[in-house]
């Protein structure tokens, strides 16, 4: 019996059920359902929430990472270094843009981007530094930052899994050049179908980046440039508008339940908790062990459900078989064959914690060894 999901979407809206009605009254009363008033609204709330001066709502995080990429001129040619753990979508927007993702190894303890590796990895053709913050967890934005500068170099932040984590007291999505977030419906701002938005304190990108996600246009029917249809629809600004001033409760909420599993799950053998860091925001929450999918499938026994992000890091995905990226990323696939998701969302409950620790403990016991 799979008692322990690994995700309960419906206290997300349990909680703000009438609101949401109220936002979807509002916007089909108001009859304007694409770039209306209600993404007006939302895109200046987010663009404050953030502390920057836009906020460009567009159809989805994987779009909002290849239009900051184009609207810097990025295409062809041109490389983009990017971590080598991460969601496909990172290295995707790269693909699209025509240019060459490059990965680059990730810190053990951190998930993110080795600034290092990343000074080294660097090449005339580069165009671009891609931070993600994994996890919620943000990247070390400082030193990537100094690399970036010596280079001359844009620093754009994948913050799909990061909405409010902050870096040295500075919010994510002006820790950079332009920050791309996704609003699909599990991330920790989630809307009721897929959205995203780019945030940046550029003002010459952000108009770029207006033009591009509505055919390349900004007066109608006049086209200098070849854009997509990429528009984060009222309906879901709404929605975003009426789930935006809970995010900070549901944020302390995560960090509380981590602070749990972190006070529980210390001593047990042969598996890493994550690094505990009071500015993430714990999209997920993800241990290590060597022996993952025979822990998993014995938690699976026990009732509990748990995911893998990610089984296969993109350098070993069939689409990049033929790229040169294949070398170096040592800790990446290794992060791959050992990180577990264990059930995790802001809703949980402090026994729902109590519980998948004292099964992760009996699983353990279960494999037996080391
Ligand atoms: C979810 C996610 C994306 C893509 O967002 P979508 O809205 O699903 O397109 C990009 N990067 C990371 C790290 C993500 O977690």
Redesign the pocket.
């Known amino acids: 019996m799979q008692d322990i999901p690994f995700y309960d979407l419906g206290g997300a809206t349990r909680d703000i059920r009438a609101d949401l009605l109220g936002a979807a009254a509002s916007v089909i009363d108001g009859g304007h359902y694409i770039l209306g008033e209600h993404l007006a609204r939302f895109e200046a709330e987010f663009a404050t929430f953030c502390g920057v001066r836009h906020a460009i709502g567009v159809g989805?995080?994987?779009d909002a990472?290849t239009l900051i990429l184009r609207g810097l001129g990025i295409g062809p040619g041109h490389e983009v270094i990017v971590p080598g753990h991460?969601?496909i979508?990172?290295w995707l927007a790269v693909s699209q843009c025509g240019a060459r993702p490059v990965g680059v190894d990730v810190n053990a303890a951190s998930f993110n981007l080795d600034p290092a590796l990343v000074r080294a990895a660097i090449t005339p053709s580069t165009r671009a530094i891609m931070a993600?913050h994994?996890y919620g967890r943000p990247a070390a934005m400082d030193a990537l930052s100094e690399v970036a500068g010596e280079h001359g170099l844009p620093l754009i932040e994948?913050a799909?899994?990061a909405h409010g984590a902050t870096h040295r007291g500075r919010r994510v999505g002006g820790l950079g050049r332009a920050a791309a977030f996704?609003f699909?419906p599990t991330?920790n701002l989630g809307a009721l179908g897929?959205g995203?938005a780019v945030t940046t304190d550029d003002d010459a990108l952000a108009e770029r980046i207006r033009r591009l996600r509505n055919y390349g246009s900004i007066i109608k029917y006049r086209h200098d440039e070849s854009g997509v249809n990429s528009r984060l629809d009222d309906l879901q600004a709404a929605f975003l508008s009426a789930k935006l001033p809970l995010l900070a409760a549901k944020t302390e909420r995560r960090r509380a339940l981590a602070g749990r599993y972190d006070a529980l799950l210390a001593g047990l053998p042969s598996i890493v908790r994550p690094e505990v860091d009071p500015e993430a925001v714990w999209h997920l929450y993800v241990i290590r062990s060597r022996r993952r999918d025979e822990l998993q499938l014995a938690l699976a026994e026990l009732g509990v459900s748990t995911l893998v992000h990610y089984p296969t890091p993109p350098h070993l995905q069939r689409l990049y078989q033929d790229s040169h990226c294949t070398s170096g990323l040592v800790e990446s696939t290794r992060a791959a064959s050992e990180v577990l998701s264990l059930p995790f969302w802001p809703e949980m409950e402090d026994r729902q914690v109590d519980a998948v620790a004292k099964r992760l403990e009996r699983a353990l016991a279960m494999l037996g060894g080391p």
């Open positions: 989805n995080g994987l990472i991460t969601f979508a990172s993600v994994l994948d799909a899994q996704s699909y991330k897929d995203g």
